[in-house]
């Protein structure tokens, strides 16, 4: 199971900051965490950016259980 951390309105979309998801592939995982964490979840994760182990990677580069998939939407400062 690959480590999902989840911040700022995609953490308050699924309601936690981090989970554990069973995934094959980084596709297969972001499936799983939207039927998981809903239609908000979902809508956040169209414009927010999506790492591995800290790096930008394709949608069906392969995950594991040592892996970390950050979920990152965009910020605005001041």
Known sequence: ????????????????????????????LLRHATERYGAEFARILEFSMVWVNGEATAPD?????????????PVSGG
């Open 61 to 73: 580069c392969s995950i594991g259980p040592q892996d970390e998939v950050a979920i990152l939407p």
């Open 1 to 28: 199971m690959a480590t999902i951390l989840l911040l700022g309105p995609a953490r308050e979309a699924a309601g936690t900051r981090r989970d554990t998801i069973d995934a094959a592939t980084l596709d297969e």
